[in-house]
């Protein structure tokens, strides 16, 4: 089960440079996003069964986005949110590097609160993922702290996604680090993992951040990524050779692989590798969810 964010990502891919106070040719396309929406998307194609996704959604845009997940194979448990819109994300994409930039509305996931909770929802559930984005609003927060008490309590073990490395500036190393406390697998990327450790090189912050949880995943890009367990590296996995067009989503294809894998009994070179197939399918396509089951 995922706990997160269900986005509206408008993808503009442009070739540059960026013309200021006129026009920027682009292709431009409207498409389902999140990161814990994608990471649940992707959890499903890598294999897993029974995927399902906590998020709430304006009113505007809730019906599209649950056709959406159902397509890709996930059971969308969606709150429509009267007050406030669907998420949304401007993501300008560099077409010479499919690096991307963020411009972030995050409406109706900070609107998440202990209201949309549960403890019934981890009925059935084998495991936990929050997404990162929960942690930066005082409501969703709430939530989020309460699903992972909740999943303690019930033996589900947990898996944290930083999300993203300008908010957790803004939210600090050690409140994040106290919020995260009981976190089974954390899966920062390499700017989350060496800010949340001051260390430079992404394995040793890796392998830092693995004496606080017990599995620590980092990715790296083009370079594949790493986990570490217990102080030290124990996998180095390259990425698959992939034409990029948009690296959106690409973190979170390689959360819904690797968890999946973990599920499925891999071991965290295994995991690490199927999630390393899945951020190089998601770099090779427009937008961070895999094809649509039909």
Known sequence: MVVGDVVTDVVARYRGPLSTATDTAADIRTVPGGAGANAACWAAHSGCPDVRLLARAGRDAAAWHELQLRRAG????????????????????????????FLTDSGAVHHMGPADWSPALLDGVAHLHLSGYLLFADRSRQLALLARDAADQKGVTVSLDPASSGFLADLGVERF?????????????????????GLPEPAEAAAKLSRVFPLVAVTLGP????????????ARV??????????????DAFTGGFLAARLLGASPAEAAAAGCRAGAQAVAMVGGRPPALG
């Open 223 to 234: 370079a594949g990524a790493l986990a570490a367990a217990a102080g030290e590296v124990v």
């Open 177 to 197: 680090l106290a919020m995260a406390e009981g976190v089974d697998v954390l899966l920062p990327n390499a700017d989350e993992a060496t800010y949340l450790t």
């Open 238 to 251: 390259p990425a698959p050779t992939a034409e990029a067009l948009d690296s959106t989503g690409a973190g």
């Open 74 to 101: 996930v059971r969308p448990l969606l709150i429509a949110d009267a007050d406030a819109p669907t998420a949304t994300v401007i993501s300008l994409v560099d077409a010479a590097t499919a690096e991307r930039t």
